[in-house]
């Protein structure tokens, strides 16, 4: 089983580096961590790449480093230093010459970005490719597989990164880091919809909702269906008394003439 380290119970000074092997046009040293490739799992990070605009030929994603866990951070500024050192240290085995401190320091590309004003620090990993595809493994926060694109910008991710090796070319020398797996707390879809304010309009009220209206608005209601009742029955029995004196007047007109 692949023995995975927790970013913070890592002691730097432990580890180790190969002798550098010419691998085609570079030199390659592997890192080691008490014997074993270094497995790390990082802190909870939040992603700042958007998925479409990621390079398809040397893919990779920023982080942020949230909150206050500015030791993880400190980490890979440890690390940098640490492998600085072993290569000017080593200089003279690895490449059969002392090279200055300074030059070794121009040349090395460090991991962590320098520190702005009023931002939290980020740090920058690689996706490992095979035949044009990605082969890290990426899964929501269910455990479950999902595609690369299904990762939203601002989510929030815990990864594993295999800390591999140092690899030395003409110009420069970087850390060779890449993402191994990823997990993504990718954010929940509320099942119900309901909204905050009220939508009801009482236009809209039927028959069938009269039971959730209130008991005094129903008898306000029914008074005043029923006083609506007993004014048409009034104006329905004057009509009937104004029709019988027009009946009235007719047969004492009739009887005159």
Not at 150 to 170: P, V, Y
Request: charged share 30%; glycine share 2%; with cysteine.
């Amino acid at each position: 089983m692949t023995e995975v380290y927790k970013y913070d119970n890592i002691d730097i000074s432990k580890l180790s580096f190969s002798i550098p092997e010419k691998q085609s046009n570079i030199y390659y040293s592997n890192i080691t961590y008490e014997n074993n490739p270094l497995f790390l799992q990082t802190s909870k990070l939040g992603i700042l790449t958007k998925m479409n605009e990621l390079n398809k030929k040397l893919p990779s994603i920023e982080y942020e480093i949230i909150g206050e866990n500015l030791d993880f951070y400190d980490l890979f500024m440890k690390l940098d230093d640490k492998l600085i050192k072993e290569t000017y240290n080593q200089s003279k085995e690895w490449f059969n010459q002392t090279i200055p401190l300074e030059n070794i320091e121009d040349m090395y590309k460090r991991i962590c970005k320098p520190l702005k004003k009023n931002t939290n620090p980020s740090i920058r990993f690689r996706l490992p490719m095979e035949k044009s595809n990605i082969v890290s493994k990426i899964y929501n926060q269910n455990k479950e597989i999902i595609k690369i694109n299904d990762i939203k910008e601002n989510s929030e991710a815990i990864l594993i990164i295999h800390i591999r090796g140092i690899k030395f070319m003409k110009q420069q020398y970087v850390c060779d880091i890449y993402i191994n797996q990823m997990k993504v707390f990718i954010p929940r879809r509320n099942k119900y919809i309901i909204p905050d304010e009220c939508l009801i309009q009482e236009t809209l009220i039927t028959q069938s909702d009269e039971e959730i209206v209130d008991d005094d608005i129903i008898l306000e209601n029914n008074l005043k269906r029923q006083k609506l009742i007993d004014i048409k029955s009034q104006e329905i029995q004057k009509m009937k008394e104004l029709q019988q004196k027009i009946e009235k007047m007719e047969l004492e007109i009739k009887n005159i003439n």
